[in-house]
């Protein structure tokens, strides 16, 4: 059998695992894991929370006539779901930089509800 050039498989596109490794990979997996799938449900239940409370804010702010806290809300569902898009991207910075943006847009619209 004929061996690929390097990072290449036999379709020709490019694989950053050696197969020769893969035993070793698939022995590290559940070792990085500690066996718990905690981390799995803390996600869960934030995106459901989180989700309940954006989408409760834009319906109190319906419900009350408030267009104002209606788009804060939008807004801040908006930021979100971005920071989610650069959360599965890889990049810290900009997930951590539209959370914050979702938060002071949430917040906005917590305040225009209440005052």
């Known amino acids: 059998m004929m061996r690929e050039s390097l990072g290449q498989d036999e379709y020709g596109s ?4 050696d197969p020769d490794d893969l035993p070793n990979l698939n022995a590290m997996g559940p070792a990085m894991g500690s ?34 806290g209606f788009l804060f809300a939008l807004g801040g569902a908006t930021a979100a779901w971005i920071s989610g898009n650069a959360l599965l991207l890889d990049r810290p910075r900009i997930y951590a930089l539209f959370v914050g943006i979702a938060a002071v847009l949430l917040i906005g619209s917590t305040l225009t509800l209440v005052i």
């Open 35 to 68: 066996g718990n799938d905690f981390e799995k449900y803390a996600v869960a239940v934030i995106i459901v929370f989180g989700a309940l409370i954006i989408g409760g804010l834009m319906a109190a702010s319906m419900t009350f006539g408030h267009r104002n």
């Open 14 to 17: 490019a694989s950053p695992f």
